[in-house]
Nanobody, 129 residues
Framework: QVQLVESGGGLVQAGGSLRLSCAAS????????MGWFRQAPGKEREFVAA????????YYADSVKVRFTISRDNAKNTVYLQMNSLKPEDTAVYYC??????????????????????WGQGTQVTVSS
């Protein structure tokens, strides 16, 4: 079992940056592939980025590629999402999630919400124009 707590959200102007953090409880953080998802008002939750257990592979939604960077520090049980050049359409609640399955199943797999076993409560990101 792992508990996930997101932080770092807030209000930022378009073009600005934010760094989200997701702290995980437990001693087995390095055994989870981690993902970030977001849900805008009135829309379905969507994939943003994922990073494999060692950090060797990362995957991004086309809409955030180049602007966002996912990383992790297994010694600190934390995964990060650095968000640059933010746009109003990035406004959403951002969630981190953990997938406990062994192995790397590739980009298409990690974009699916149902593969993740644990979810955080989310942090609000609002980008003003």
């Amino acid at each position: 079992q792992v508990q996930l707590v997101e932080s770092g959200g807030g209000l930022v102007q378009a073009g600005g940056s934010l760094r989200l953090s997701c702290a995980a409880s437990g001693r087995t953080f390095s055994s989870y592939t981690m993902g970030w998802f977001r849900q805008a008002p009135g829309k379905e939750r969507e994939f943003v980025a994922a990073i494999t257990r060692s950090g060797g592979s990362t995957y991004y939604a086309d809409s955030v590629k180049v602007r966002f960077t996912i990383s992790r520090d297994n010694a600190k049980n934390t995964v990060y999402l650095q968000m640059n050049s933010l746009k109003p359409e990035d406004t959403a609640v951002y969630y981190c999630a953990a997938d406990s399955r062994f192995g790397n199943y590739g980009s298409s797999y990690y974009q699916r919400q149902e593969v993740y076993d644990y979810w955080g409560q989310g942090t609000q990101v609002t980008v003003s124009s």
